[in-house]
T-cell receptor
């Protein structure tokens, strides 16, 4: 049973345009959400997070939106740059458990 | 910054060999995790540990064991390597006060 779903395995956008990566979750206990970015042959690195008490968090070109009623979050990258090309993982955690549950990832390709 | 060191970047082992993957942290974080990453399957949790000598199974523990004799070191053991254990292995850690994970650079293991 997949509790965190990233339904798009891949996404391709043009440099300078907006990239929108989506994530859905099913577990109502999740109350903190994170996005990680992973380049090939490297470990994932933390990108941005959001608590369930907020609906938006912004950090430079990256913004995460949370819709609790829909159990949906999205990562917006504006403007997209070729260096943003990577696999993006959505993750969630909640309750007394510190264990993150990850989605399967979305491969973002930003074309020059 | 927290540093997570995985002993090898690339490993090639033969079927049936016993394989040790080492992960060392330079901080005093309690929680340590072993994941494997495979295309289309995302990050899957193998084992995790909340403290010295404590271990818990993740989602795919079969064929693996772990050891945590000291707080800074968490080892993943493949008792008898098989070709379906060819994968990227990632160690991660987190503290009790922060949901975010810090990942190591990963070990690309090939079993032939």
């Amino acid at each position: 049973d997949q509790q965190v779903k990233q339904n798009s395995p891949s996404l391709s956008v043009q440099e300078g345009r907006i990239s929108i990566l989506n994530c859905d979750y099913t577990n109502s206990m999740f109350d903190y959400f994170l996005w990680y970015k992973k380049y090939p042959a490297e470990g994932p690195t933390f990108l941005i997070s959001i608590s369930s008490i907020k609906d938006k968090n912004e950090d430079g070109r990256f913004t995460v939106f949370l819709n609790k009623s829909a159990k949906h979050l999205s990562l917006h990258i504006v403007p997209s740059q070729p260096g943003d090309s990577a696999v993006y993982f959505c993750a969630a955690v909640g309750g007394s458990n510190y264990k993150l549950t990850f989605g399967k990832g979305t491969l973002l390709t930003v074309n020059p | 910054d927290v540093k997570v060191t995985q002993s090898s970047r690339y490993l090639v082992k033969r079927t049936g060999e016993k394989v040790f993957l080492e992960c060392v942290q330079d901080m005093d974080h309690e929680n340590m995790f072993w994941y494997r990453q495979d295309p289309g399957l995302g990050l899957r949790l193998i084992y995790f540990s909340y403290d010295v000598k404590m271990k818990e199974k993740g989602d795919i523990p079969e064929g693996y064991s772990v050891s945590r004799e000291k707080k800074e070191r968490f080892s993943l053991i493949l008792e008898s390597a098989s070709t379906n254990q060819t994968s990227m292995y990632l160690c991660a850690l987190s503290s009790q006060v922060n949901y975010g994970y810090t990942f190591g650079s990963g070990t690309r293991l090939t079993v032939v």
